[in-house]
């Protein structure tokens, strides 16, 4: 398996592998990588098309074999719980795959309840074998959120807030992110992670990842 202009499902950097099932995101935010590159880590992530079940299966397999991965990163150039059920399946057959011995996380916006109307969404990641989530949260108000990451719907704010709840609630364990940027008042995003009980991680911004 090499590193070339052929888009990618499967990338990996340092010993985490990622999957990048989908290119589509509820989001816009004005500083995504995806606006300044086509791919992370020399891997090509822009997708021609949404890859199939057993597409991502099979470049999983390959790449499973290549040495002990530390953990496996739902994390590509879009927001994977627009494909709720191909990640669940995936994640179901990862955990079968590797008998639970790899952890499996999903980065996200924060926008499953809000593109899954009337699932579980948090629950159903859970049960699926999906251990953590980290979710992104670039904004400390509705305003600053909807200047920061453009949503395709109001209350993008809130929606995220919601799916950290459900997700601590559920079982999961939980960060969420912000990135290191004037545009983000970090000590009020700090002091909104804090209402939520849940720790901050601060990614520092060089267009080269969320
Ligand atoms: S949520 Fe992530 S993938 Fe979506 S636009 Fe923002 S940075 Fe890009």
């Given at each position: 398996m090499v590193r070339g202009e052929k888009p990618r499902i499967v990338y990996w950097l340092d010993n985490s592998l990622y999957l990048?099932?989908?290119?589509?995101?509820?989001?816009?935010?004005?500083?995504?990588?995806?606006?300044?590159?086509?791919?992370?880590?020399?891997?090509?992530?822009k997708l021609e098309?949404?890859?199939?079940?057993?597409?991502?299966?099979?470049?999983?397999e390959e790449?499973?074999?290549?040495?002990?991965?530390?953990?496996?990163?739902?994390?590509?150039?879009?927001?994977?719980?627009?494909?709720?059920?191909?990640?669940?399946?995936?994640?179901?057959?990862?955990?079968e795959r590797c008998d639970g011995s790899i952890p499996i996380r999903v980065d996200t916006n924060g926008h499953g309840y809000v593109l899954n109307k009337g699932r579980n969404v948090a629950e159903e990641l859970h049960d699926a074998g999906v251990r953590s989530v980290s979710v992104s949260l670039n904004?400390?108000?509705?305003?600053?959120?909807?200047?920061?990451?453009?949503?395709?719907?109001?209350?993008?704010?809130?929606?995220?807030?919601?799916?950290?709840?459900k997700a601590k609630k559920a079982g999961l364990d939980v960060e969420v992110s912000a990135v290191r940027m004037p545009e983000v008042n970090m000590e009020k995003?700090?002091?909104?992670?804090?209402?939520l009980c849940?720790?901050?991680?601060?990614?520092?911004?060089?267009?080269c990842f969320w």
């Amino acid at each position: 398996m090499v590193r070339g202009e052929k888009p990618r499902i499967v990338y990996w950097l340092d010993n985490s592998l990622y999957l990048n099932i989908t290119n589509r995101c509820s989001n816009r935010c004005w500083f995504c990588i995806r606006n300044f590159k086509t791919g992370v880590g020399g891997f090509n992530l822009k997708l021609e098309r949404e890859p199939t079940i057993d597409e991502v299966k099979a470049e999983l397999e390959e790449a499973l074999g290549l040495r002990r991965w530390s953990e496996v990163v739902f994390c590509g150039f879009g927001e994977s719980t627009a494909r709720l059920d191909v990640l669940l399946e995936v994640a179901r057959w990862i955990r079968e795959r590797c008998d639970g011995s790899i952890p499996i996380r999903v980065d996200t916006n924060g926008h499953g309840y809000v593109l899954n109307k009337g699932r579980n969404v948090a629950e159903e990641l859970h049960d699926a074998g999906v251990r953590s989530v980290s979710v992104s949260l670039n904004g400390h108000d509705e305003e600053s959120y909807a200047e920061n990451c453009r949503p395709e719907f109001s209350g993008g704010f809130a929606a995220v807030l919601d799916f950290v709840k459900k997700a601590k609630k559920a079982g999961l364990d939980v960060e969420v992110s912000a990135v290191r940027m004037p545009e983000v008042n970090m000590e009020k995003v700090k002091a909104v992670a804090e209402s939520l009980c849940v720790p901050l991680r601060i990614r520092d911004y060089i267009p080269c990842f969320w």
